[in-house]
């Protein structure tokens, strides 16, 4: 089964410190996802991402919040600058259409301290 | 946008015994898929099942789309069944359900 892959899998970070989550996406796939979970909590979508640039984005992703697709494998999250309520495991997801079979990376587990 | 409601919220079963698990979704939907989201967190893909009746071992999935539902069976569980079940459905933004929590006791 293709996989998608998250790094790292836990980080700790101080209060007000940049924060990147990488991921590979399926490689043949042509859109990218980032959801957050706070624990407990349901699984909120972040952001969608094709050809380069953002697709759809909820209003949780504000400034703070950035997305990259540095080169042909991977697509980033970059929180900028990190508040105690971001602690959530984040989780990666890719498609290979619209509307395809949704496949979702293991997460990150994000706590701010 | 879409809302998608699960019922019910919470769930404990005695091993062995069958569950069904019930989504709803606001709007016509062309995908749903179910994912089973372990105790570490992972979120295991189950099916996609934008319609009709689909079987793999203890588990089925069945949607009717022109009512706007699907349903998850769980038969002869297990404590590793344990954990929360989501359904999900979109396309450029896919909106997860507010899950099932499942707690099956040996």
């Known amino acids: 089964e293709p996989e998608v892959t998250q790094t790292p899998s836990h980080q700790v970070t101080q209060m007000g410190q940049e924060v990147i989550l990488r991921c590979v996406p399926i490689?043949?796939?042509?859109?990218f996802y980032w959801y957050r979970q706070i624990l407990g909590q349901k699984v909120e979508f972040l952001v969608s991402?094709?050809?380069?640039?953002?697709?759809?984005k909820s209003e949780i992703f504000d400034d703070q919040f950035s997305v990259e697709r540095p080169d042909g494998s991977n697509f980033t999250l970059k929180i900028r600058s990190t508040k105690l309520e971001d602690s959530a495991m984040y989780f990666c997801?890719?498609?290979?259409?619209?509307?395809?079979?949704?496949?979702f990376g293991e997460g990150s587990w994000l706590t701010v301290v | 946008g879409i809302q998608v409601e699960q019922s019910p919220p919470d769930l404990i079963l005695q091993e062995g015994a069958n569950s069904t698990l019930r989504c709803n979704f606001s709007?016509?939907?062309?995908?749903l898929q179910w994912f089973h989201q372990n105790p570490w967190g992972q979120l295991i893909n189950l099916f996609y099942i934008p319609s009709g009746t689909k079987q793999n071992g203890r588990l089925s999935a069945t949607t009717v789309a022109t009512e706007r539902y699907s349903l998850l069976y769980i038969s002869s569980s297990q404590t590793t069944d344990s954990g929360v079940y989501f359904c999900?459905?979109?396309?450029?933004?896919?909106?997860f359900g507010t899950g099932t929590r499942l707690k099956v006791l040996a």
């Open positions: 490689s043949n796939h042509l859109y």
């Open positions: 991402f094709y050809n380069n640039e953002i697709s759809e």
């Open positions: 999900v459905s979109g396309t450029y933004k896919y909106i």
């Open positions: 997801a890719s498609t290979q259409g619209s509307g395809n079979t949704i496949y």
């Open positions: 709007d016509s939907v062309n995908n």
